[in-house]
């Protein structure tokens, strides 16, 4: 039987987005009893909507509603109106993630401390400490039956051809390639099949062996009976009352209607460009600068990871494509040594794209005989996409558009980034460590990719210790307004050289023992 | 996918590229010839201006081994929406005068005209960032590597799940790396 609930009922709480944050802490609250209901601007998709192709998964999953992209990278040339790659669906951005489950290592919740100020950045030490979030971690590498970890007790994917390419090139250089710890299933577990390697992950797993909101925490939530998930219901702003608590959320659901959910407490879960935009949307007389933004940061440290792809030709075969997307990582640089000429690491994580994507991405707007050339050699490929830590700069940040507002009638974000002189200085080293290990391999040519739409978005609703520092304290509630949290990537501190998600499944998990622990000795 | 299939593919794949670099070499001095204007022609635009299109696309895209009907299945729909839509036949017309009077200022002659492909580049570079250009070029990316038919001539499997993924069809085959 379906859980439906009362638009008048009080005593909700209402969480906006189900991805990686909003469908965890569903799920998370759900199994202490406490009721939600899950707004969700996308559609429901089910398994048979995941196809293996490239384009079509693109258009079908997509946030593609205008945002525009500024900041002085070519980024604005080739992509204008999408700067971020993110879904708009049951399950967010966990349907195309590619599963690399990290954790943060301790030393990157202390950035500040540990390199001191960084002119022209805004570094933050975390208010959580790595030994806070351990046993979290734990509980999220079950949850998600992360490969190769004690947690969930699953070997990691045996070696692809990809794998063993890159992991020879990195033995010649010195350098050490791992099998990743990935939240993909390599034996049947928790309902869910081991990965049958169809090399599409980023498309959405059709066989349901990758982990993800819509596939296992949202139908479990579901199953409690405690969770209502409503798609197709985009939450334009968020209520309070005189005294600044919050009273629930206005949305709009598929036929244009416009509904008032009331809450008890209300969960934002929107992703790092949507909840700062809600918030921001949701200015009052009370609160001029928008919701929980008496710092002046909502919105603000924009970070993306360093990333970009970097892809070698290969004197023979490789068929990359064959292998789970990430199969490896080489995290030889991931520590901060500052020595390196920047702070912070990188990981160089394997990964593949299609032919589609490979044409779309090698040389975003390029043509000619040596792109020709390239592609040609789509099947000799071998290559990486770099994760590296991105600094946190006031300056990168999601802001209104003064004039410009979307189908439904809100101001569109603008998304500005640019690179902190440690973001270019860590580029730099990086390409060269990964052109290093592709040369190594036998590559004849190596490709370094522009940045393509950002798939890690993070830090513009962040933890902080006091509240002039950031947006929310070390439970992702905001500093200003008790009965309101922002559970999601937004709440990152810093970016670390990590894939975000874990830390987000974990910090959700974390939050929802709190938010149970507020609720009951009604603090909230 | 059976056994011999993916033999099959492999060795086309092989030729596709053990033929690029022989024709690389070739294709300027074979020129216009290549292109007869029967391998397609668009009525909205004229015989002319669709030889002009398919040089354009072969050399925005230049695959030497793929046959001239790869590149024209995606010129042909254009040219067919042109027939209903004057903003698109004015923008290819008007593209394709443009290049011509691109390559006459250079080279003296009309874009088909002009042999060596180097030649041709460098009128086209100059009409990179026109929107004609942009349209031909978007269109023909996804012409040309999105094109199922043409994916296992590039050596990409495109979708796996129908027939179990690769966890049994030699995802971990590589028989050259040293080491692994
Ligand atoms: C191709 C790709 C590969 C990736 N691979 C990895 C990886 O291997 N490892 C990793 O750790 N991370 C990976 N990521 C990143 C990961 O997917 C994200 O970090 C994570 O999903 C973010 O979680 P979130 O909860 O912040 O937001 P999301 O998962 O984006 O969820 C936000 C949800 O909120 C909804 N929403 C937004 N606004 C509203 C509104 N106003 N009202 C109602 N609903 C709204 C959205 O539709 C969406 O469903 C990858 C991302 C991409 C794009
Ligand atoms: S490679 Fe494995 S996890 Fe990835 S989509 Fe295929 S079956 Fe799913």
């Known amino acids: 039987m379906k859980t439906a609930f009362d638009l008048n009922d009080d005593s909700l709480v209402v969480i906006v987005g189900s991805g990686a944050g909003g469908g965890t802490l569903s799920h998370e609250l759900a199994k202490k009893g406490i009721r939600c209901v899950v707004l969700e601007a996308g559609k429901r998709f089910e398994r048979k909507d995941i196809e293996n192709d490239e384009w079509k998964m693109f258009s079908k999953i997509t946030w593609l509603d205008k945002r525009i ?131 599409f992950c980023m498309q959405g797993c059709r066989f349901g062996a990758k982990w993800s909101t819509m596939e296992s925490s949202i139908p479990k939530a579901e199953a409690t009976g405690n969770i209502e998930v409503r798609p197709d219901s985009m939450v334009l702003r968020i209520e309070h009352d005189d005294s600044g608590k919050v009273t629930g959320v206005l949305y709009v659901d598929k036929d244009g209607n416009q509904h008032f959910q009331k809450a008890r407490l209300v969960a934002v879960a929107a992703n790092s460009i949507e909840s700062p935009r809600l918030l921001l949307n949701s200015a009052s007389s009370l609160f001029p600068q928008g919701l929980a933004n008496s710092s002046g940061q909502v919105g603000k440290n924009y970070m993306t990871h360093t990333g970009t792809g970097i892809y070698g030709e290969m004197p023979d075969t490789v068929s990359m494509y064959k292998s789970p997307v990430v199969p490896g990582l080489v995290s030889t640089w991931a520590d901060n040594d500052p020595s390196r000429g920047h702070v912070g690491g990188y990981e160089l994580e394997i990964l593949h794209i299609g032919l589609p994507f490979m044409s779309a991405f090698l040389k975003p707007g390029g043509w000619g005989r040596e792109l020709a050339n390239s592609l040609a050699n789509y099947d000799n490929m071998a290559g990486f996409w770099i994760c590296g830590e991105d600094m946190a700069v006031e300056s990168n940040s999601v802001t209104l558009h003064p004039t410009e507002k979307d189908q439904y009638g809100l101001p569109i974000p603008v998304v500005y980034k640019g690179n902190h002189a440690n973001d270019t200085a860590m580029i730099k080293h990086s390409n060269e460590q990964a052109t290093a290990i592709l040369e190594a391999a036998g590559a004849t040519k190596v490709n370094v990719m522009d940045r393509y739409p950002a798939s890690h978005n993070m830090g513009t609703n962040r933890m902080s210790a006091r509240p002039q520092d950031g947006v929310v304290n070390k439970w992702g509630q905001t500093h200003d307004i008790n009965n309101l949290f922002i559970s999601d990537g937004s709440q990152f501190t810093s970016s670390a050289a990590e894939n975000p998600t874990l830390t987000i499944v974990a910090l959700a998990i974390r939050q929802a023992e709190y938010i149970a622990d507020q609720m009951q000795q009604q603090m909230i | 996918m059976n056994k011999n299939k993916a033999t099959d593919t492999n060795l086309s794949r092989r030729r596709f590229l053990a033929r690029s670099t022989v024709a690389a070499v070739g294709a300027g001095a074979l020129g216009s010839a290549l292109l007869s204007p029967a391998a397609w022609a668009a009525k909205a635009i004229g015989d002319q201006a669709s030889a002009t299109l398919l040089r354009m696309a072969r050399d925005i895209y230049p695959h030497d081994t793929l046959e001239d009907k790869y590149y024209a299945q995606v010129m042909t729909p254009l040219a067919e929406q042109a027939e209903k839509d004057d ?52 269109d023909l990316m996804m012409g040309i590597y999105n094109n199922e038919e043409l994916w296992p001539r590039f050596g990409y499997g495109g979708s796996s799940w129908e027939k179990g993924g690769y966890r049994y069809r030699g995802y971990e085959k590589n028989d050259w790396i040293k080491g692994a």
């Not at chain 1, 040339?77 to 954790?103: C, D, E």
């Not at chain 2, 006459?104 to 086209?124: C, I, P, Q, W």
């Open chain 1, 69 to 199: 992209t500024a900041g002085p990278t070519a980024l604005t040339q080739t992509s204008p109106n999408l700067p971020t790659w993110l879904v708009k669906g049951v399950g967010g951005a966990t349907i195309h993630w590619a599963g690399v489950a990290l954790r943060f290592q301790e030393h990157e919740f202390k950035m500040r401390s540990l390199n001191g100020e960084i002119a022209g950045a805004n570094v933050l030490d975390w208010p959580i400490s790595y030994a806070d979030l351990a046993p979290y971690y734990e509980k999220a590498e079950a949850k998600l039956g992360v490969t190769g970890t004690k947690a969930s007790g699953q070997p990691y994917h045996e070696p692809s051809s990809h794998f063993k390419v890159i992991a020879e090139g990195s033995r010649r250089v010195g350098a050490h390639c791992r099998p990743a710890p990935l939240a993909i299933n390599t034996t049947p577990r928790d309902g869910r099949p081991a990965c049958q390697v169809t090399g």
């Open chain 2, 87 to 138: 903003d698109l036949k004015a923008l290819l017309k008007d593209g394709v005068a443009a290049l011509d009077a691109q390559a006459n200022r250079l080279f003296g002659k009309a874009y088909l005209e002009v042999t060596a492909e180097a030649d041709r580049v460098t009128v086209l570079k100059a009409l990179e960032d026109t929107p004609f250009f942009q349209k031909i070029r978007g």
